[in-house]
Each structure stands twice: as structure tokens, then as C-alpha cells.
């Protein structure tokens, strides 16, 4: 692809659910049947350049579905993780998160500690995954970690600038996304990268995640080579 490629995306995986009731299936057979959309998407980056690939996988709020949901979520990641550790070390893939991780079970935060340990030395793809994250509470940790600063007179308030605060989010050292993906038809951002979307193109699609094939990957692409950036200037 000649034209310019978007270093980092940003997707959220919209429509499982419905995709799943459409078919008469339960609810987790649409989570499942989303793995392979991720797969997918994750080749689409590798084959266009994409550098970073940043995926809202289950959001702060995403704890209030029921158990049932909740947990064979949590066992989709461990299975994810287990099954993919290998190709991601052999494909130079980097695996990173972002969210509240310790608020997960700890089996996945060890699985998600291990993943990255062994993929810490990749630098082809960067797959972030978000896990109950909110970017309000990145926000708001990110306040309370410069309070604290300013209290112990290490942060000076002529020091807060907006590098500063992105410094102190968990995206700290990412570019911030070039291209923003939602599936499933909703225009809404739903309380994730609000910081870091500030200038980020959206592409929004009606296909539910299950649904979301390479082709779709590379249309969105196509999409953001339409655009004129211009971050507010002319
Ligand atoms: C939104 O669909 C999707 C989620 C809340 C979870 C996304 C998870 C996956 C794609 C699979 C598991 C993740 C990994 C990393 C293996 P929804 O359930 O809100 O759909 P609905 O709006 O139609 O109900």
C-alpha cells in the first residue's frame, strides 16, 4: 500500500451480542466467533504496517454483565493467550495492556504478565490490549499520581503540560491512535483512549465484530487515506 498507513489503530469491538442472538446462540459463541475477527485484524496489521493495534476488549463497565458472561470472557482471554504465545513471539508481535489489570482474576494477570515477558523484545506489532479499562479511571489515576507528585515537590504546577499528563497515562510512550475503528453502527466512543482520541480519524462500520472480515480492515484503511488531517489548523 503506497499510500500512507495509519501507525496505530484503535478498534472497538462492537456487536458480538447481537451477532450471536440474530443465530439462536448464546451470547459467548459472539465472543468467541470475535477471536477470530481479532486474528484477523491483528494479520491485516502485520501484512499492511501497522505498528500498533490497540484493541477495547473488556471495558471498567463490562464488570456489571452477568457472572455467567463475565467469566467465560476471562476464560476466552486465558485461552487467547495460551494459544497465540508462540506465534506472537515468532511473529515479532508485542503484547502490552492497558486498564485496571489488577482487578482481574489473577490467573490472567499471570498469563498476561508471561505473554508479555516473552514478547517484550518484539517490535513489529505492538497488541494492546485494554482490559477493565475506562478512560475516565486512566484519568483519574493519572490526576492522583500528579497530586501525589505535587505534594512531595517533584511536580511543580508550571510542570503539568499535556506531555506531562500523557506521560502519566497507561499509554505513555504509544503514538496516540491515527485511526479509530467501531463496529455495529454506534457513534459513541463509550469511555475509551478520551485523552488520546483527541485527534484520532473514527471510521464506523454497521458489520457486528464477528462479521468484521481483512477486507473491512483494509476498507477502514482506505477510509483514513481520504482524509485531510489538519489537528485544527488549516
Ligand atoms: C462487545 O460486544 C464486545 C465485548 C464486550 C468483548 C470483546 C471481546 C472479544 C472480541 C473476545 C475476547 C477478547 C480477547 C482478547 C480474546 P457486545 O457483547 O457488547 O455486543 P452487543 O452490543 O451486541 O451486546
Redesign the pocket.
Known amino acids: 500500500m503506497s499510500a500512507v498507513v495509519p501507525k496505530h489503530v484503535a478498534i472497538i469491538?462492537?456487536?458480538?451480542?447481537?451477532?450471536a442472538q440474530q443465530r439462536g446462540l448464546p451470547?459467548i459463541a459472539?465472543?468467541e466467533a470475535?477471536?477470530k475477527?481479532?486474528e484477523r485484524c491483528v494479520q491485516a496489521c502485520l501484512d499492511t504496517g501497522v505498528q500498533y493495534l490497540t484493541?477495547y476488549?473488556?471495558?471498567s463497565e463490562?464488570w456489571k454483565r452477568p457472572a455467567l458472561e463475565v467469566n467465560a470472557?476471562m476464560l476466552?482471554?486465558e485461552n487467547?493467550l495460551n494459544q497465540k504465545r508462540d506465534e506472537m513471539v515468532r511473529e515479532g508481535i508485542r503484547l502490552h495492556h492497558i486498564g485496571r489489570i489488577q482487578e482481574l482474576p489473577s490467573v490472567c494477570q499471570r498469563k498476561l504478565r508471561e505473554v508479555m515477558d516473552a514478547t517484550a523484545a518484539n517490535t513489529k506489532l505492538h497488541f494492546v490490549?485494554a482490559l477493565s479499562y475506562s478512560g475516565r479511571a486512566e484519568i483519574v489515576d493519572a490526576v492522583k499520581s500528579l497530586v501525589r507528585d505535587t505534594a512531595a515537590g517533584t511536580v511543580s504546577e508550571a510542570d503539568i503540560t499535556p506531555e506531562l499528563i500523557g506521560s502519566r497515562l497507561n499509554t505513555a510512550g504509544m503514538p496516540e491512535p491515527d485511526l479509530l475503528i467501531r463496529t455495529?453502527g454506534e457513534m459513541r466512543i463509550s469511555n475509551f483512549l478520551l485523552w488520546q482520541l483527541s485527534y484520532t480519524e473514527i471510521h464506523v462500520t454497521k458489520k457486528?465484530?464477528p462479521e468484521f472480515e481483512k477486507a473491512d480492515f483494509l476498507a477502514a484503511l482506505e477510509d483514513f487515506q481520504s482524509r485531510s488531517r489538519r489537528y485544527g489548523g488549516v
Not at 469491538?13 to 451477532?19: L, Q, S, V
Request: proline share 0%; hydrophobic share 50%.
Open positions: 469491538m462492537d456487536g458480538n451480542g447481537r451477532w451470547r459472539g465472543h470475535g477471536s475477527s481479532i484493541l476488549a473488556f471495558s463490562n470472557l476466552l482471554l487467547f490490549l455495529s457486528f465484530w
